[in-house]
T-cell receptor
Framework: QQPVQSPQAVILREGEDAVINCSSS?????VHWYRQKHGEAPVFLMILLKGGEQKGHEKISASFNEKKQQSSLYLTASQLSYSGTYFC???????????FGKGTLLTVNP | GAVVSQHPSRVICKSGTSVKIECRSLDFQATTMFWYRQFPKQSLMLMAT?????????EQGVEKDKFLINHASLTLSTLTVTSAHPEDSSFYIC??????????FGQGTRLTVV
């Protein structure tokens, strides 16, 4: 079952902040966040493993709630390079296959 | 991180022909490789899991006879789209599992069937 992402799309001006949410009906082993630009492979942003975890690098951070059913990706002081489609995904089972959400299209304008 | 090399990056083929896509793990051995398909403005959908030395596992609704997967060695997995039709035009991408780390994606293949 796909995780549910929201919003589906967001348009920002450079320097503005955004939050992308991801939720699941069941507890997850882990949640992965990726950014994909058109025609390219997804680029790994971060993985969260523990309930209550928060992590980040530079101006992109993420959280995973205690029940491990919701995650949010925080983009602060957005840059033009942040534009792309953001996917959350979760890994389940022993072979670590990923199930992706439908994605959030982020557009950052000058 | 680990490197997965996927070829070709783009291919155009005629309807009814077959196309082979290769995915190689360059600096590690991959016993498992995932194959995803992505239609325009949609998410990545898992098609199948290839396992070295055994039969691939296909997701529900994916035709085994149309999408042939072979994982002949620990560094090479291939996806062959047989008798391709325009509706098979899509972005195909492989990835090796990272376990509790990031997954390692190939560059993707843009298939256009005319």
């Amino acid at each position: 079952q796909q995780p549910v992402q929201s919003p589906q799309a967001v348009i920002l001006r450079e320097g503005e902040d955004a939050v992308i949410n991801c939720s699941s009906s069941k507890a997850l082993y882990s949640v992965h966040w990726y950014r994909q630009k058109h025609g390219e492979a997804p680029v790994f942003l971060m993985i969260l493993l523990k309930g209550g975890e928060q992590k980040g690098h530079e101006k992109i951070s993420a959280s995973f709630n205690e029940k491990k059913q919701q995650s949010s990706l925080y983009l602060t002081a957005s840059q033009l390079s942040y534009s792309g489609t953001y996917f959350c995904s979760y890994s389940g089972g022993s072979n670590y296959k990923l199930t992706f959400g439908k994605g959030t299209l982020l557009t950052v304008n000058p | 991180g680990a490197v997965v090399s996927q070829h070709p990056s783009r291919v155009i083929c005629k309807s009814g022909t077959s196309v082979k896509i290769e995915c190689r793990s360059l600096d590690f051995q991959a016993t498992t490789m995932f194959w995803y398909r992505q239609f325009p403005k949609q998410s990545l959908m898992l098609m199948a899991t290839s396992n070295e030395g055994s039969k691939a596992t296909y997701e529900q609704g994916v035709e085994k006879d149309k999408f042939l997967i072979n994982h002949a060695s620990l560094t090479l997995s291939t996806l062959t789209v047989t008798s391709a039709h325009p509706e098979d035009s899509s972005f195909y991408i492989c990835s090796a599992p990272g376990g509790y780390t990031e997954a390692f994606f190939g560059q993707g293949t843009r298939l256009t069937v005319v």
